[in-house]
């Protein structure tokens, strides 16, 4: 199978023939149709952050495709299904975390394209308990974006707990961005998207945001307390400046809500207005199996829209200079 390769960090992917791999116990084999491209991918495959996988390896995790071949075990799934490969490879299943809700915070998880082989290939072995089936009428092409910027955003939006009219601003519209502010709208949230790139304001207003701020040309913090100050922050920019912004843009009793991992980031907080005004920062990490079904549910019911453009495997180091240059409107999605 061929496959984008990570052999060394900061070096490019080198695409390689490998042998396809054989599903062990509880395994899946799934032949990939739509993986697509995640900046947490470019940090993975420069070692950009503290736990660093270990090369060689293929990155990707918003991997989708159909089952293959299955190894011993009852899974739940079966072959001929399409299913969603996603950042969760696999968790302990029996600790406080997992059985509370939480797998996400598995001490013992696996994560797809990072300690486990991902999507960058014509075939990925996956925990099928850890698979989430696609179901009918979502492509595989709109739930590989959904995969991880969908229920990232998803997950980020539902622990703010937004209330119906309540202003949400999100800071960088991209892969993210565009899905979130589409969950902060379908749970009633006064839109503010805000970004450095007019084309991506387009985008934000094209998708229903009710104001955007542009951070290049004005200051975001003064615009958004002219609305009012708003009553949820998402940071889904890879840049720590964004995150103070959104800090300083909430009114009393706001919530911050920190997504995007910067390769290198602390945001400093100021104690007294934390304080004064009731604000609290909350980190959310991607979603459970759970929240991804519901992702996809509502896109099945057509509340969201993916803007992605399709790419091919032998690209993949176009696609990463493309993504750091911010000449991706959304997301690239690569197809096989
Ligand atoms: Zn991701
Ligand atoms: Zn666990």
Redesign the pocket.
């Known amino acids: 199978m061929k496959a984008a390769v990570v052999t060394e960090f900061k070096a490019p992917l080198r695409i390689q023939d490998l042998p396809k791999p054989e599903p062990g116990a509880n395994e899946i084999l799934v032949r990939i149709e739509a993986s697509g491209v995640c900046h947490t991918d470019i940090h993975a495959a420069h070692g950009d952050w503290p736990v660093k996988p270990t090369p060689p390896f293929i990155p990707g995790h918003e991997a989708v495709g159909v089952i293959e071949a299955m190894g011993p075990g009852d899974t739940g799934r079966h072959v001929g299904e399409r299913v969603a490969l996603a950042w969760l490879g696999k968790?302990?299943?029996?600790?406080d975390?997992?059985i509370s809700g939480w797998?996400t915070l598995?001490?013992?998880q696996a994560n797809t394209g990072y300690s486990i082989n991902g999507g960058y290939a014509e075939y990925a072995l996956a925990d099928g308990r850890y698979a989430v089936p696609v179901p009918d009428g979502v492509t595989a092409f709109d739930a590989a974006p959904l995969t991880c910027a969908g229920v990232t955003t998803y997950k980020a939006i539902k622990m703010a707990r937004v209330r119906p009219a309540e202003r949400v601003a999100i800071f960088g519209i991209g892969g993210l961005g565009h899905l979130a502010l589409q969950y902060a709208r379908i749970v009633g949230g006064i839109v503010i998207g805000v970004d450095v790139e007019q084309p991506k304001l387009d985008l934000a207003r094209s998708l229903g945001a009710d104001h955007v701020v542009n951070a290049r040309t004005s200051d975001p913090v003064e615009e958004i307390k002219k609305l009012g100050g708003a009553d949820v922050a998402v940071a889904l920019a890879a840049a720590p400046r964004s995150f103070e912004q959104a800090f300083q843009s909430l009114r009393r009793g706001g919530r911050l809500v920190c997504v995007a991992l910067p390769a290198d980031g602390n945001i400093t907080l100021p104690i007294f207005e934390t304080v004064l005004f009731g604000i609290s920062v909350i980190g959310s990490i991607v979603g459970t199996r759970q929240d991804l079904a519901e992702v996809f549910q509502l896109h099945q019911a057509g509340r969201t829209s993916v803007i992605a453009t399709g790419r091919k495997l032998d690209d993949i180091n176009a696609c990463f200079d493309d993504v750091l240059a911010g000449r991706v409107p959304a997301r690239l999605v690569l197809e096989f």
């Not at 968790?91 to 600790?95: L, R």
């Open positions: 968790a302990c299943g029996h600790c975390y997992c797998e598995c001490e013992q």
